[in-house]
């Protein structure tokens, strides 16, 4: 969260900064209609691929 937004139209723009085999890290930044940057977020992910990701 960077500054507060009450009515606009919000643009999410997702990229993905380092991918390997098991695990991916992430970046998003949300913009406002004037291309304001509004909140940004990152994430570290795991990727499960076959067998291993049965049941999950």
């Known amino acids: 969260f960077l500054r507060p937004i009450w009515q ?5 723009e997702g990229t993905v900064v ?3 085999r098991t695990i991916g890290y992430v970046e998003c930044d949300i913009t406002d209609e004037e291309n304001r940057l509004v909140a ?3 994430s570290t992910c795991m990727v499960l691929r ?3 990701s049965a049941g999950r």
Not at 8 to 12: K, S
């Open 18 to 20: 380092q991918r390997g």
């Open 50 to 52: 076959g067998e291993r």
């Open 8 to 12: 606009a139209q919000l643009r999410a």
């Open 40 to 42: 940004k977020a990152a």
